[in-house]
């Protein structure tokens, strides 16, 4: 019709079996908000924030302002190891040995 004269259109008609493969493409935008968004971002400048993405719509924002643009909840997470000893050791000598991991 006239009014997809201008656009280049191209009508491909495979059988059943064929694979067909579209290439979609699209721009990612992400918004930047709250404290991370204070201060205007200058050209290569790392951000420094928590990327949260729901329906292809991406933010970063501090962590202290997930509950203020997000639906999301900061919860905390304490976790204790007990490791068990078969020999008598110092606690420097744990602390030393506990560093070369940690």
Known sequence: TE?????????????????VRIK????????????????YPRPNQVLKGILVSKDFQHTIV??????????????????????PLNRDYSLRQILLHLHKYF
């Open 3 to 19: 009014e997809f004269k201008h656009k280049k259109l191209q009508v491909y008609t495979p059988k059943n079996t064929d694979t």
């Open 24 to 39: 979609f493409v699209h721009e990612n935008i992400v918004k930047v908000m709250g404290k991370v968004a204070n201060e």
């Open 62 to 83: 501090d962590p202290e302002d997930i509950g203020t643009y997000t639906n999301l909840q900061l919860g905390a997470v304490r976790n204790t190891i007990i490791v």
